[in-house]
Every structure is written in structure tokens, then in C-alpha cells.
């Protein structure tokens, strides 16, 4: 008879290659992942103040200056209560929206970061453009800002 050892199990050696290659896979993964939920959580916030945003603009059509919100709530555009932040509206010949965040949306934010939506009318426009700006977000979180909110 031809006995022959049969391995059964993985060697040391394969085990740390398995360990190695999971580890690379976390490196890459767990940033990317931060980054989507740092977007996501700034398009819910550009969401939320939108009606505000038009309800701004259409005062502004027809008064010729932004509300504040005591005037939005008035006219029926509430500012809206947010679990992750705080809102507030400042109205006059600039129209501006801020979103202030309770805590960090990733690693890399300050400790409240804050989102900015700005509507300044220019001369013989008959359009709004707002301008989102912000400050204490990671790179990845301005460039977010950046590209995907301008012009909201």
C-alpha cells in the first residue's frame, strides 16, 4: 500500500497572505466608504433647505430683498428643524442659508462643519444662481461641495 500524508488545514504562510490581502482591501474600502457617507449626508442637507431656497427667490421676485425667517415662517416656508444640525436664514440684499452640522461627517471634518448657500442677485440677471461655499469639511467633502452643489 501507498500511503501518502494528506494536509489538512492552511499553512502559516497562506493564512498571513489571506490576512495581507484583507488588509489592503480595508485600506482602500474603509476611506471610500467615509467619503459617501460625508456626500450623502451633504446632499440630504442641500435637500432639506431647497423649498427654503425657492421660497427665498420668490420673495425676492417680488419684494426685491431676501426674507429672514421669521418672514419665511410667516408666508409659510418653516425652517426647518434638522436632528443633525442647525439651520438658519439671513435675509436682505443677500440672500443666505446655513447649515451648521452637529458633529464631524467623516475623520477628517472639523467639529462642526458648516454649509453655506448664498444668493446674491446680479445686475439684469432674471435668474438666482445660489452658491454653496463651506468650511471644517475634508477635501473630499469641498470638493463634493464644490462640484455636485453649486448652482443648486
Known sequence: MNMQKVQKGFTLIELMIVVAII????????PQYQNYVENAK?????????????????????????????QLTTEGTNVPIVNNGV?????GTTGVITYTFNAKLSGNDTANPVLIFT????AGAST???????????????????TKLNGS
Do not use: K
Open 23 to 30: 488588509g489592503i482591501l480595508a485600506a482602500i474600502a474603509i
Open 42 to 70: 451633504l446632499s440630504a442637507a442641500a435637500s432639506t433647505i431647497a423649498s427654503m431656497e425657492t421660497a427665498m427667490a420668490n420673495d425676492y421676485q417680488t419684494n426685491g430683498a431676501f426674507p429672514d425667517a421669521a
Open 87 to 91: 439651520v438658519t436664514v439671513t435675509g
Open 119 to 122: 444668493a446674491t442677485p446680479v
Open 128 to 146: 438666482l444662481q445660489w452658491v454653496a461655499t463651506q468650511t471644517g469639511l475634508s477635501v473630499s467633502g469641498a470638493n463634493y461641495v464644490a
